[in-house]
């Protein structure tokens, strides 16, 4: 074995799973940016509805592309997983209900208890 002491060894290991693991995020990460848009992915694909190109599948995942409610999405295959294409959601109307909207003023009825 080498000189070096076990806890050093541990902890480059770990070091080197933690820096394996951020490349292949970080891959994932890139091809997601690079996804086409859907109506270029219709055209490239010769399709009307959006399916999977790898297997055929109308099956798909939406996600958004940093966290769950981002209004960049991309769009998955639901059975092989291949990264399909992107598309930006509007910003969802119920998101923007004012704070106070189910706020009322107390009616008598409830006044008087
Ligand atoms: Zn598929």
Redo the contacts with the bound molecule.
Sequence with gaps: MSDFPLPVLFIMAVFFSMWMIMRVFHKHEKAKRALPALDVYLQAHGQAEPS?H??G?VELKEEGLSHGKDSQRFVS?A??K?LLYRFERPQAAEEAVPVDAHWRPLDSAERRE
Excluded: G, L
């Design positions: 999977c790898a297997c599948a295959c059975k092989c291949a």
